[in-house]
């Protein structure tokens, strides 16, 4: 990463937010069998590279939020033991639907001068559901 002085003079790391924070909440039924987990994280505003005087210099924050629910099971009876387990876990990744406006500067035209992805800072994709089949012998 490089750096640079911002608006206001200060010298900041390009790409690098402040303030970001992450959670995490968990529950798992009394047996281990299932359970739910959910993820966050906060992104705080961020120096962007130059682009020319139009762009902006810094991002907007943004929040983002997975949940996903998980149950394991047994295939045969009293094979817990010997480690056999099957897990179906179902989830949202980016809950908030949070995505970045223009991540990709002149997209239409990536062959022309003025083409430039070193600006992407926050997700690009949409919300999307998930399913997951996990076993072990």
Request: net charge positive; glycine share 10%; proline share 7%.
């Amino acid at each position: 990463m490089s750096l640079g002085p911002s608006k206001n003079g200060k010298w900041q790391r390009i790409l690098s937010s402040r303030p970001t924070s992450q959670q995490t909440l968990g529950w798992v039924t009394g047996g281990g069998i299932g359970g739910v987990n959910m993820s966050g994280q906060h992104v705080g505003v961020m120096r962007l590279p130059y682009y020319n005087e139009a762009e902006p210099d810094a991002s907007e924050p943004f929040q983002l939020v997975h949940l996903s629910l998980h149950k394991s099971w047994s295939p045969k009876k009293n094979t817990k033991r010997s480690g056999m387990m099957n897990t179906l876990t179902v989830g949202v990744k980016n809950l908030t639907n949070t995505t970045q406006s223009r991540p990709i500067i002149a997209s239409d035209s990536p062959f022309s001068a003025d083409f430039d992805a070193s600006r992407i800072y926050g997700p690009i994709e949409q919300a999307r559901f998930f399913v997951k089949m996990a076993w072990s012998h």
